[in-house]
């Protein structure tokens, strides 16, 4: 199937560059104007937990109440009962357009403690934007930042403040719109960073690679179209369903990562092919039957890693997970058909435009190279070197034993940014979480002894460890509303906790009771998570297992690629909670430690790590298997594998290092984690895991590697992903070995594989 298509690419060739740059023109006219269709609101909280069931009843009962934009005065002489200072609070806030806020709280309109601070020299205001969702809020703000700034608020995401007219007042924006529209800004300036700085350096690694710029040149069309489909999906995506803004930085991340992967697999296998084959189609032909079979079969595990994000309710998780599928397919596709249409076209001049002379080594490299030494020295020591490395493994993961979840706040953003700032001085002069309470919407029914149980109950709430205060803020009808003071900081466990107290609370006598609040949906964002993680656990799990199978023809692959794949997460965790939890390198990253982790990075993490070490993987044994079918061979075929694709896949973990290490030096704190954690797996996954555990483990195994059932052979021989039936054909566990086979099987022997008749060497 794959060569019959390499074939038909061959000859439409032309025409398919033509569909894919009429793509391209439209991707990078409508498809780029997905940035202003994306949302950085609150998605984290599950649409059918306790605390949005609460926000829904509180906001049809009484309106929002929330913080939208929060403007901070402060002055170092006037306090708040100096009328000078409620003029010049009176005159920034008339100077907002009315038709954008649809309501406006201060400590003269409400006299409120928790809207002064101790030495009453601050006070805030509390701005609710017009808008219906997330996106119309945003633009209300951005429509009044312009007139903040002129009345002498400081509205940008650096530092500074500037002076009020009379009693040397000074204003500063915060809140979480101004939060969310900081983040989104941050996000959006990260990737045009991020691929300024990439593309480039990519271009350049990879003429080093290639020794031509032709060559070089190629993955990176690849990573552009890539890039431009998935942003084009994503908008499609807008019309139907609310997609995070934090999306594009995954579709960057793996546009340009598996672009590279891709287009370095198919662009070495072509130049082989080349001097192999007879033809330019032949050799067309050849590479998309072998890598690029390898390619789709890759891809395709992949995004169904990708696809385990969409289990979870969260937005946030689905978005991410419709971001990276909708990037994958459209590799993944580009690379099977625009990627052969230009070697067709170009055929040797894809060897063009040198930067250095490149040498073709001779058959017997294959056979002698540095990493078929590297296999051998590893297989003469198997026990050693898997015992060594398995150890280690698991000691960089034990810090993930200790892991503590927690929510994300301004902390998240760099120590300069204003909101940040604004946030940090609510909390330390002014009653703790006076922004963020926890609110319980009690209905009451109506009977005269409802008052009398209220107050029972709002004293039993009083009680709780950690509870400053359980106040009345709003009542109608039958429904009151309770918001509860605490002083622990909003997404620490200690703030969980008392949620968890005040739900287990009883409530007032034929009452019912939802709690909300920022910290009550972190509760429900964790319980979520939590009860939808295994069945994504499952689903990776069983995917993968079927999809390496049927590439393989093999039951103990799959399950030895699961088991590695979860030693280099383990490790890979154990170091995120060592930097960003416990707090090493922060200075040297710069951000600032909370203490705990958010728990939808690692689960973000899992997927796209667990993809991208599956694609290493395949690419690893479809040579070994390759080689294997020839020979019969166990040792010599990985040993030969590895020195075909050793320096790919080192090569290919390099290049998708740079292109993450330019989202690690984000000013967000979640960003950069999740970057430094792909980094980390990286490193940990193509040199410790592929070039040491692999060769290792399969030596261990030796034979039992391509063990599989009768029944599933003959599953395999039906629907396996080759591309003839004698390929198809399971090599049983009592193959015979021919002399110089068994001589080849003996470790340390460089001598070459010999090539069943009529195989073509690959």
Do not use: C
Not at 719 to 745: C, D, I, K, M
Request: glycine share 8%; hydrophobic share 50%.
């Amino acid at each position: 199937m794959f060569e019959a298509w390499g074939r038909a690419l061959y000859r439409r060739r032309r025409l398919t560059l033509v569909v894919a740059l009429i793509f391209v023109a439209f991707a990078g006219i409508w498809g780029t104007g997905v940035f202003s269709k994306l949302t950085s609101g609150n998605s984290f909280t599950p649409a059918d937990s306790q605390s949005q069931h609460e926000q829904n009843l509180a906001d049809a009962t009484f309106g929002r109440n929330d913080a939208d934009v929060v403007i901070l005065f402060s002055s170092k002489t006037a306090t708040v009962s100096d009328l000078a200072y409620r003029q010049a609070v009176t005159r920034t806030l008339a100077s907002v357009p009315n038709a954008d806020v649809a309501k406006t709280t201060t400590y003269w309109s409400k006299s409120a403690s928790a809207l002064v601070s101790a030495d009453r020299h601050a006070t805030y205001a509390v701005l609710q934007l017009a808008g219906v969702d997330d996106a119309g809020r945003q633009k209300a703000y951005k429509a009044i930042k312009a007139d903040l700034a002129a009345a002498g608020a400081d509205v940008g995401t650096g530092p500074s403040t500037t002076s009020g007219a009379t009693a040397g007042v000074t204003a500063r924006v915060g809140g979480n719109v101004p939060t969310e529209v900081a983040i989104s800004s941050e996000v959006t300036a990260n990737i045009a960073k991020a691929e300024g700085f990439s593309m480039p350096v990519l271009l350049i690694l990879l003429m080093v690679i290639f020794g031509s710029l032709v060559a070089a040149s190629l993955p990176i069309a690849i990573g552009g179209i890539a890039i431009l489909g998935s942003f084009t999906v994503l908008r499609l995506l807008t019309l139907f369903s609310t997609v995070s803004v934090y999306s594009v930085n995954i579709t960057t991340i793996l546009g340009l990562g598996l672009a590279i992967d891709y287009g370095l697999f198919i662009v070495t296998r072509f130049r082989e092919e080349l001097r192999r084959q007879p033809t330019i189609e032949a050799a067309v032909a050849r590479t998309v039957a072998t890598a690029g079979r390898t390619v789709a079969v890759s891809g395709v595990t992949v995004a169904v890693a990708l696809t385990s994000l969409m289990l979870f309710p969260e937005e946030f998780l689905r978005s991410m997970g419709y971001g990276g599928v909708a990037t994958v397919a459209i590799d993944m596709i580009a690379a099977l058909t625009v990627l052969p249409a230009l070697l067709a076209v170009l055929g040797h001049r894809v060897n063009a435009i040198k930067i250095r002379r490149t040498v073709t080594r001779p058959r017997k490299a294959e056979t002698s190279g540095a990493w078929y030494r590297v296999a051998h020295s590893v297989m003469r020591r198997p026990l050693i070197y898997a015992t060594v490395i398995v150890l280690g493994l698991l000691a960089l993961g034990a810090p993930f034993l200790r892991i503590q979840w927690g929510g994300t706040d301004s902390r998240s953003l760099p120590a300069a940014a204003t909101v940040r700032q604004v946030q940090q001085t609510l909390q330390d002069d002014f009653p703790a979480n006076s922004t963020a309470p926890i609110q319980a919407l009690v209905t009451l029914p109506r009977t005269g002894a409802a008052t009398a149980s209220l107050t029972s109950y709002l004293q039993r709430v009083d009680a709780i460890p950690g509870v400053t205060q359980a106040q009345i803020t709003a009542a109608k009808g039958g429904t009151v509303r309770v918001d509860v003071g605490y002083t622990p900081n909003s997404v620490s466990s200690q703030a969980r906790h008392i949620v968890t107290q005040i739900r287990d609370t009883a409530p007032p006598a034929g009452a019912t009771v939802l709690v909300g609040g920022s910290t009550a949906d972190l509760v429900d964002e964790l319980q979520s998570l939590g009860s939808t993680l295994p069945w994504m656990a499952l689903e990776v799990a069983l995917a993968t297992f079927v999809l390496l199978f049927l590439a393989f023809g093999s039951v103990v692959l799959p399950l030895k690629a699961i088991v590695m794949n979860i030693l280099s997460l383990s490790a890979t965790f154990g170091v995120i909670v060592w930097i960003f939890q416990w707090g090493h390198l922060s200075r040297v990253l710069q951000f600032t430690p909370t203490g705990s982790i958010d728990p939808t990075m690692p689960i973000l993490m899992l997927a796209i790590i667990f993809g991208l070490s599956m694609d290493y993987e395949v690419f690893l044994l479809s040579r070994i298997r390759e080689v294997y079918d020839q020979t019969g061979d166990n040792a010599g075929s990985i040993a030969t594998g590895l020195q075909r694709t050793g320096g790919v896949i080192t090569s290919l973990a390099f290049l998708l290092i740079i292109v993450v290490g330019a989202f690690s030096a984000s000013g967000i704190t979640f960003i950069k984690l999740t970057g430094v954690g792909m980094i980390v797996a990286l490193v940990v996954d193509a040199t410790v895991v592929r070039v040491l555990l692999v060769p290792a483990t399969m030596r261990l195994l030796g034979r039992a590697n391509w063990w599989v059932p009768g029944p599933l052979g003959r599953l395999y021989a039906r629907y396996g992903f080759t591309e003839n039936q004698a390929e198809r054909t399971v090599v049983p566990r009592s193959y015979p070995l021919t002399t110089s086979q068994a001589s080849t099987a003996s470790v340390g022997n460089n001598a070459a594989a010999p090539v069943a008749p009529g195989q073509p060497h690959s």
